[in-house]
């Protein structure tokens, strides 16, 4: 018996647990629908906590950088002289202008300042968005209010990860991930994976579709069967029995568990003559899509809340943090996130970033950087097959569409983004 053989538990299909997202076919219409992704827009993105960056970004006090989200608005995210993260809208209270660009005003930028200077009229902005000087102001007629600002949104920090929220009303963001999902992300010691790589692409296609992509393990031996085996045959047997995974569906988060190949032996002497082969140069390298082989003992990540489904040669724990971020937690000792930002309904933004360890050998940086190389290749993989989607779904011809138990996360999704629309319709309807 292979080792793959060896995955299975025998265990009957996971959707019939979830009797509330049925067995039926399902609609994409939400995914093509120009009305239904604006309703999304106002119901999710503009009241859900979003993932905007990490806490190295602003490395000491008096740091900052903007993101560009498009629907959204422009935001500068700083660090003030007593360390506290604001999140401010990226506008000035005069006439409207952008207050923090460089060159281009569309671009993203980042830098380091003790206040913000309207590039217009030369309003000025203390790091917590509260307008300190108003150029010549004795040509205004009435009195400027004292609250004149660059508005300021909810921003909460979590494990390093920075936060955003465009409602006044939003809950807290620990009790909007939930206490599962607080004790078990946040037990990992992120500030230990300071070697950071990013990929970042724009993609043809409905932002749900894009994490479609990575919300099921029935694709790999098709769309990257070239890294497993040019034999289709061969490459369905090297991917784990479905019944090998656990899921966990705390709506609305998701967490899947996957199980991976155990880590090569060491072994003396040559790996063979250089050959055109992953197979190869994994071996070389001592790294792959799962991560480096020689695993790193003096991390301490490996606490008692990974892998809660108890996956026999657990690989990776994936967490879905709704609406659009998947942290990934790595049992090789690195982390990976995707990120899905929509700028229309036929558009979004796919950001991909890894944080390993500082590495103390140059062989242990090569094999991260085969984990990179990997990781992005599977990516612009599964980017095509969501343009290919997305174009073919664009035009209606079929409306029904069916999905089986492995995609049971899949069904899940999308449940909550239209759980989330009709409470959000209904709810303006009073």
Known sequence: MSSIDKLAT??????????????????????????????????I????WLKVGRIEQLPRNGTFFTRELKGLGSIVISRHT??????????????????????????????????FQCKYHGWRYGLDGKCSYVTKRDQFFDSLPDELAMPQLQCEVFAGFIFVNFSADAPPLREFL??????????????????HWSFRTYV???????????????????????????????AEKLVPPMDSYHYDLFTPHMLTSVPGPPPLKKKQGSVGPPERSEDWIYKLFRAGLFGPDDLRDDLGYLTPERNPGEVRYWSNDQYWLFPNLSIQLWGRGYVITYQYIPDSVGGHNYEVDIYFPE??????????????DSTIEF????????????????NRALQQFHLSD?????????????QAVAAHRAGNDK
Not at 85 to 111: M, T
Not at 359 to 372: D, F, H, I, N, Y
Not at 406 to 418: G, S, T, W
């Open 204 to 234: 043809k296609g409905n932002w749900k579709i894009g994490i479609d992509a990575l919300l099921e393990w029935y694709h790999p031996a098709y769309v990257h069967g070239r890294f497993l085996d040019v034999d289709v045959n061969q």
């Open 10 to 43: 025998g265990r009957e299909k996971y959707t019939l647990d979830y009797p509330e997202l049925g067995t039926g076919p399902v609609s994409y219409e939400d995914s093509i629908s120009e009305e239904f992704f604006e309703a999304e827009r106002e119901a």
């Open 178 to 195: 939930g206490e599962k999902l607080v004790r078990e992300l946040e037990c990992w010691p992120y500030e230990k994976f300071t070697n």
């Open 359 to 372: 590495p103390k050998t140059a062989s242990e940086r090569l094999a991260q950087e085969v984990v990179v």
């Open 406 to 418: 492995m995609e049971l996360m899949i069904r899940q999704f999308h449940h909550v983004v239209r």
């Open 45 to 48: 993105f503009k009241r859900t």
């Open 379 to 394: 990516a612009m993989q599964d980017t095509n097959t969501v343009e290919a989607s997305y174009s073919a779904l664009a």
């Open 82 to 115: 007593d360390g506290k993260v604001y999140a401010l809208h990226n506008i000035c209270a005069h006439r409207g202008n952008k207050v923090v660009w460089q060159e281009h005003p569309a671009e993203e930028s980042k830098g380091s300042a003790r206040q």
